[in-house]
Each structure stands twice: as structure tokens, then as C-alpha cells.
């Protein structure tokens, strides 16, 4: 029997490597008899420098767990002229010039409106949506007014002076106000928004976005209190009132072993994950402030994990250290731990931060007022120089005469040219 060649030889039926439109092919797997010319392009390889965007988030509202975004914080799309998609393919595109954003895209914390963003005349709270499935939360209250703008004033007006907040946005159009608020040590994120049920009456809607439900619980109540008395509600939807005392709380949890204190400090140690800082950190301000519990933070062990702590940049993580270290500076114990020229100029620092918000700023000044006017005469003369340094430069950058941060500091540098003999060496 003769040897011939086989059907699906490939000298036989692979034909060579062709150009077609420019595009230069391979050959084509071996019996392969449907194969057509692919001019498809199948990828896009771009630089890394146009893949980095640290300011942009398409995902918005969605961070730490966040489910309750709506869709008007969502980010929809943008609109890329001619010339930057050009810039696109080289590889050179700063998509925080193309937002229209600083480029150093600071926090959240550094957003807060100014003082005189206030409802006027204008400002009227939208209509109820009609929406058969809406329904308003169980933390509403209802009340009548002839003036809706006041409502608006008198809840900025709460949260600035009854409470501890951070309020980080006021929209006058959609009749909301956004904050971050601080019950004792456990703090929450909520948006109120104002609708206009009929005439003369309006439903003050409180919604909890992030934080302790207890926090949010024990807000509402005092706003209750606050704002129904001035504009005589019609009815208030109140939660169940749980009489909580979370100091009381916070007691009975630190009175057993040591031992119970680590697992706090490694969680304050995470900077990966601040979700569970802020709740080492509001865990560990309840225990500063009672006097017994307080003595077990005052090694070196804690210390280091409150320097940790106060690298954060949100409000919910630094706000509870700063009334840490405020607390413990009163503490004779932990002068020595306060002899730390890191932890000392970390707190300068994060003064002089503009991405630390105002609430942060006062108590940390207050802090750092508290530690010299304490123990300034067993600090070293090296670290006094170093901290007289930073509260002038503190204070030149702050120029705010009649704010409390600015105060603190002020009050601080004199104890310093005083009370240690520097008055000659010092400004």
C-alpha cells in the first residue's frame, strides 16, 4: 500500500502568512476550513498613570459598608473633549483636572461649609413624593410653620451649639443637611430632609447613613425635644426611648481582666481598616473617662496605638482620639508617656492639618494645652524647643483670634515662656 500525504497535513493545506487590510494574520490552526481573516482588536493597553485616579470613586456612598446612598451620589459619567482623549491614549490624563477637582483631593473632613451657609426666604422643602411605595422614617417629626426656612436655621443651630457635630454638607435646594455627630464617644453619620406635607405643614426626616444606632437613637430624642416646642408638632414618630448610659455601660465591661484591654489596642492598630478604629477608638474614650479605667491606658503599649489612631483622617477615628489623649492628659500617670516628641508633634501636626476638621482641631489644641500646662517642667529642653516651633507656626497658620483652637494654642506657648524660664529664648 502506497504512503501519501494526509488530508490534514499542514504543508499541504496551511497557506502562509498573509497581510489583508494592513493587518498581518497568523496561520490558521491546522483543518481549520472556516477560518476568516480576524481584524478585530481584542484589548487596549494603558499606562498606569491613567488608570490612577485617587479622587475619583464611581462607587460613592458605598465605602465601609455605606447601603444607603441614593442615586443622585452615585457618579453617572463624564464628558471627555476631544483633546483629552488624546491625552488619554499617551497616557498622561489627570481625571482630577478633568472633574474639575484640587489636585490634592482633600478628605471629606476639609469640605465643611462655611458659617454663614444658612436657609433663607427662598429655600422651601420639596412636595412629599407621591410615589405610592414611599414611605417616610420612623425617626420623623412633623411640625407646623409658616416659615420652612426656620426649620433649617434652627437644625443647623441645634447641631452647632446642643450637640457635638461636624456638619459636611448643607444643600439649600433639596432642603438637606448632612453630619457626622458625636454622642459621648460613639459617633453616626445622618442626613435630615425637609418635605412640605401641606400647607403650613412639614416632615423633618432623620436618616442614619453610617455609626452607632444608639448614638442616632439618643439624637433624635434630643432634637425632639429641641425643635417641637418651637414649631408645635403635629406628631412626632418617635423610636422606642432606650434610657441607655453608655458610660454606665462601658463600666461594667472594663472592670474584669486586663487581658480584655487587647483586643481594643490591636483594632486600633489597623489603619487598613477604619471602620474598626472607630470602634476601638470610641471603645477607648468611654474607658478615659472614668478615672479607674483610664489607669490602664497609660503604658507605652497604648500609646503606640493611639499614635496609630491619630493618623486617621475621619472624623469618626480622630475625634474619639483626640478626647483620648484630652482625657488622659489629666491623668498624672501618663505624664511620662506624654514625654513622646512623635506623639507631641503628630498632634501639632494634625492642628495644623487643613484636612482635619474644626471638631478635631479644638480638642486636640485643648489636649495639647492640658499636656504643657501640666507637664511642661519634666519635658526635655530639646522637645520644649520643638514644641514651641510648631504651636508659632500653628498659630500664624491658623489666624483665627477668636476660635478656641486658636485659644488653646495661644494659652499653651505662654505657659511655655513663662512657666519655664524661655520668655529670652522665645518669641
Known amino acids: 500500500m502506497s504512503r501519501g500525504s494526509s488530508d490534514l497535513d499542514p504543508a499541504t493545506f496551511s497557506p502562509t502568512p498573509r497581510e489583508v487590510d494592513g493587518w498581518r494574520h497568523p496561520t490558521p490552526l491546522t483543518g481549520d476550513f ?8 481584542r484589548g487596549l493597553s ?14 460613592k456612598g458605598f465605602a465601609d459598608g455605606g447601603f444607603y446612598c441614593e442615586p443622585d451620589d452615585i457618579l453617572q459619567g463624564i464628558s471627555i473633549s476631544p483633546g483629552t482623549q488624546a491625552d488619554l491614549l499617551r497616557g498622561s490624563l489627570d481625571l482630577c483636572k478633568v472633574l474639575g477637582k484640587a489636585p490634592d483631593c482633600p ?13 433663607t426666604e427662598a429655600n422651601i422643602p420639596p412636595d412629599t413624593p407621591s410615589d405610592r411605595f414611599f414611605k417616610l422614617e420612623a425617626t420623623t417629626l412633623h411640625l407646623s410653620s409658616r416659615a420652612p426656612w426656620d426649620i433649617g436655621n434652627d437644625l443647623l443651630d441645634f447641631l452647632n451649639t446642643r450637640v457635638v457635630s461636624s456638619i459636611t454638607k448643607v444643600n439649600r435646594q433639596k432642603f438637606t443637611v448632612k453630619a457626622d455627630v458625636f454622642i459621648e464617644a460613639s459617633s453616626c453619620a445622618l442626613k435630615a430632609r425637609a418635605y412640605r406635607e401641606e400647607r403650613g405643614m412639614y416632615a423633618l426626616e432623620f436618616q442614619r447613613r453610617s455609626g452607632d444606632s444608639v448614638a442616632f437613637n439618643r439624637l433624635f430624642q434630643q432634637a425632639a425635644e429641641v425643635l417641637s416646642p418651637r414649631f408645635v ?36 492598630g489597623l489603619l487598613d481598616l477604619p471602620a474598626l478604629q472607630a470602634e476601638s477608638a470610641a471603645a477607648l474614650a468611654d474607658m478615659a473617662q472614668d478615672t479607674g479605667s483610664a489607669l490602664r491606658l497609660c503604658t507605652r503599649r497604648a500609646f503606640e496605638e493611639i ?9 469618626d477615628v ?17 505624664v511620662p508617656c506624654f514625654a513622646d516628641r512623635a506623639l507631641l508633634l503628630m498632634m501639632l501636626d494634625k492642628v495644623r492639618s487643613r ?3 474644626a471638631l478635631v482641631q479644638q480638642s486636640l489644641a485643648q489636649a495639647l494645652n492640658t499636656v504643657i500646662t501640666r507637664s511642661a517642667v519634666s519635658l526635655s529642653q530639646q522637645l520644649l524647643d520643638d514644641i514651641m516651633s510648631g504651636l508659632v507656626r500653628a498659630i500664624q497658620e491658623l489666624d483665627m483670634r477668636d476660635t478656641a483652637t486658636y485659644r488653646n494654642l495661644k494659652e499653651a506657648q ?8 524661655g520668655a529670652s529664648r522665645w518669641p
Not at 35 to 41: K, Q
Not at 318 to 334: N, S
Open 355 to 357: 484636612a482635619t476638621s
Open 233 to 268: 408638632p403635629v406628631k412626632a414618630v418617635v423610636e422606642a426611648d432606650l434610657d441607655m448610659n453608655r458610660r454606665e455601660l462601658s463600666r461594667c465591661s472594663t472592670k474584669d481582666h486586663k487581658a480584655e484591654l487587647t483586643p481594643l489596642l490591636d483594632m486600633a
Open 414 to 421: 505662654l505657659v511655655l515662656q513663662f512657666q519655664c524660664g
Open 46 to 59: 494603558l499606562s498606569q498613570a491613567s488608570l490612577e485616579a485617587p479622587c475619583l470613586s464611581p462607587f
Open 307 to 315: 499614635k496609630k489612631l491619630l493618623q486617621a483622617d475621619q472624623t
Open 34 to 41: 472556516y477560518r476568516e481573516p480576524d481584524n478585530v482588536v
Open 318 to 334: 480622630a475625634y474619639p482620639t483626640a478626647r483620648i489623649l484630652l482625657f488622659l492628659a489629666q491623668c498624672p500617670e501618663a
Open 107 to 119: 478628605s471629606k473632613a476639609s469640605c465643611i461649609p462655611a458659617d454663614n451657609e444658612r436657609f
